[in-house]
């Protein structure tokens, strides 16, 4: 018996309707090449430190940069050339004291040198370089991993792919690529009027060219599905019937459009009816009120009007949505957006610049951030939404003022999640929990100045200061000391470090675990009755750090180093020896403002819902 409708669906439910139709389609891997467009289905962490080597970023010099202290333009340092480094070239001199090397910009920095200066600020007089400047220890260097270092949480699921996570993802090394399958929608126009694009028509009959299957086909593909156009059925029913069949072996999805007669309803009623169930029939809405749906066998089913503008603006309404859900595509934005500048920011080159910028929501106010890690550095477009053009007789962005943003693409939203702070293993696995966050592992530090400043929406740090923040969720996590698997040269403690020759490598001052360190070399010091400044500058590479919580690890396995600070979860996870110095509380700290947005909200539920803990060694609640 024909399920009867008699009153028109109202809009909301309608929507209701369609988003409950079975339309989820297995996730698959593809080559990178192919991956543009594609949305990522699970998370990938970096394998490899981008860059993998201690990199000069200008032309010039690599040299010690104590031996340039107190240079300037009157007394500049002489320093002895003794070769010359070049970019994809494995460095064959050693930078001693009074000595430097010439380099190229990319170029691998040579052992004995920290520092590299601009050879603009240089003159040649003989054998020797003049150094009209006085350089600090990294100057003019992108160490390892700055860009994006090994263990650290790259992309996250649910990130689309566009040209520049494929700059990322090829940096990284990665050649395919895990994605949400897109869904295949099989599309059939019926009507003995329809003719298809390049055939002879006949208008005298009243034949019309199919609109409507090369409309919707187009608006599949811009919604992130597969389309397929099956042949015309005309009014030929026995034929639209097996279209009808075929298309739902095929597809995820049928769509059929263009005759709506009674004969041609009852044809479709049949093939839903006895292979699926009739959800819908007619929606309040104008144009397009003439819509069919429900399912046939597996696959999902819409019946969409005949008239062009009703299809599509149906199509639009109610089913390129569900497409878009199911392909993991976000709703797509305007080209330009009007935000205002969370920050002041200050310019006086007298150039026009594009300022890469992030978009953070804040109750109804849209705020703009710069974003810009330097012009090396790949994640600087990954962790931007756009660009801020500034004009060149701009001397500062005034916080609050009114800034038109050019998006990367249409579809750019704000993220629904905006954090800064400390790099964690375990926060990296309960993002995953929150629909597209963006997320930057700036250390402790730099996330409570962040939040301070009122522009992220949490911080996520080890150190406590008083500050007007709410804490969503904490945990400890042990900390200490990374080495070779065995513990070849039998590292027992902090006390080690500063007694033997080891030689060591710290996490950067931003970094909570650094904060750790530093305050139990200071507990060291006073047990021993010494100064900790003595006990620090005992410690072969205390103060050169690397940036990840992955990174001071990944250099003792390469045999870069004896001992490196770190987690014993890291530790765990590439198979490393660990000793335990201590333990630390790690704090997600929410801007008070900010307390009811919907990502803030799921990162609280993930925090108190999530296992990971229990799969980290070394992690407790």
């Not at 009808?244 to 007669?261: H, I, K, N, P, W």
């Not at 330009?336 to 910028?357: F, N």
């Not at 790690?586 to 307390?595: D, Y």
């Not at 803030?600 to 609640?621: H, K, M, N, Q």
Request: proline share 6%.
């Amino acid at each position: 018996m024909r399920k009867e409708f008699r009153d028109l669906a109202e809009p909301d439910e309608a929507h209701r309707i369609i988003e409950g139709l079975p339309l989820a389609p297995d996730s698959e891997p593809v080559p990178l090449a192919e991956a543009r467009g594609r949305v990522l289905a699970a998370r990938i962490d970096a394998q490899l430190d981008v860059p993998g080597f201690d990199r000069a970023s200008v032309d010039g010099y690599a040299l010690k940069a104590k031996d340039t202290f107190g240079a300037d333009e009157a007394e500049p340092a002489r320093l002895t050339k003794v070769g010359e480094v070049h970019a994809g070239a494995e460095p064959d001199v050693v930078v001693g004291e009074g000595e430097c090397a010439e380099i190229s910009t990319g170029a691998v920095v040579p052992e004995g040198a920290d520092a590299v200066v601009m050879v603009e600020r240089t003159d040649e007089d003989g054998d020797e370089i003049l150094v009209r400047t006085s350089l600090a220890p990294g100057d003019r260097i992108m160490f390892a991993g700055a860009d994006v270092a090994a263990g650290e949480r790259a992309l996250g699921p649910g990130t689309r792919i566009t040209s520049r996570e494929i700059g990322l993802l090829s940096a990284l090394g990665i050649d395919e690529v895990p994605v949400r399958g897109r869904p295949t929608v099989g599309i059939i126009s019926t009507g003995d009027e329809l003719v298809r694009p390049g055939e002879s028509l006949n208008a005298d009959a009243g034949e019309i060219y199919d609109v409507n299957s090369y409309t919707i086909a187009a608006g599949v593909e811009e919604a992130g599905g597969e389309q397929t156009l099956y042949p015309h059925a005309g009014d030929d029913y026995e034929a639209m019937e097996s279209l009808l069949r075929e298309a739902a072996e095929e597809c995820d999805l049928v769509l059929s459009s263009g005759s709506t007669s009674a004969s041609a309803v009852d044809v479709i009623y049949r093939v839903v009816e006895e292979t699926g169930e009739l959800l819908l029939h007619g929606v309040a809405v104008k144009p397009g009120k003439p819509m069919l749906v429900g399912t046939i066998k597996e696959s999902a089913y819409v019946g969409l009007p005949g008239y062009p503008v009703s299809a599509l603006t149906i199509f639009r309404t109610f089913v390129a949505p569900v497409i878009r859900a199911a392909a993991g595509l976000p709703e797509p934005a305007t080209a330009t957006i009007d935000g205002q500048m969370a920050v002041e920011e200050r310019y006086a080159e007298g150039r026009l610049r594009y300022m890469p910028v992030g978009l953070v929501e804040s109750g109804e106010d849209l705020l703009v951030y710069p974003v810009d890690k330097g012009s090396g550095a790949t994640t600087s477009l990954v962790e931007a939404d756009g660009v801020v053009a500034v004009d060149p007789d701009t001397e500062y962005l005034a916080e609050g003022e009114t800034v038109e943003v050019q998006l990367f693409s249409p579809d750019v939203r704000p993220p629904a999640l905006f954090g800064v702070g400390e790099d964690d293993p375990a926060l990296a696995r309960i993002l995953d929990a929150v629909s597209n966050p963006r997320y930057l592992g700036l250390g402790s530090r730099e996330g409570l100045r962040r939040l301070r400043n009122g522009i992220p929406d949490v911080a996520v740090t080890t150190q406590t200061l008083e500050l007007d923040a709410e804490e969503l969720g904490s945990w400890t996590r042990e900390w200490g000391l990374v080495v070779p698997a065995g513990n070849p040269r039998n590292v027992e403690g902090l006390g080690d470090l500063v007694d033997r020759e080891l030689s060591f490598v710290n996490r950067t001052s931003a970094s909570g675990l650094r904060t750790s360190l530093g305050n139990a070399v200071a507990e060291l010091a006073t047990e021993r009755g010494e100064k900790r400044h003595a006990l620090v500058e005992a410690i072969e590479g205390f103060d050169r750090g690397v940036r990840a919580h992955e990174s001071p690890a990944r250099r003792v396995l390469a045999g870069k180093a004896d001992v490196g600070l770190g987690l014993r979860a890291t530790a765990a996870s590439l198979e490393m020896g660990f000793v335990p110095v201590g333990e630390e509380t790690v704090q997600v700290l929410a801007n008070p403002e900010r307390i009811e947005k919907s990502g803030v909200e799921r990162l609280r539920e993930a925090i108190e819902s999530t296992d990971v803990f229990d799969s980290l060694p070394g992690y407790r609640r």
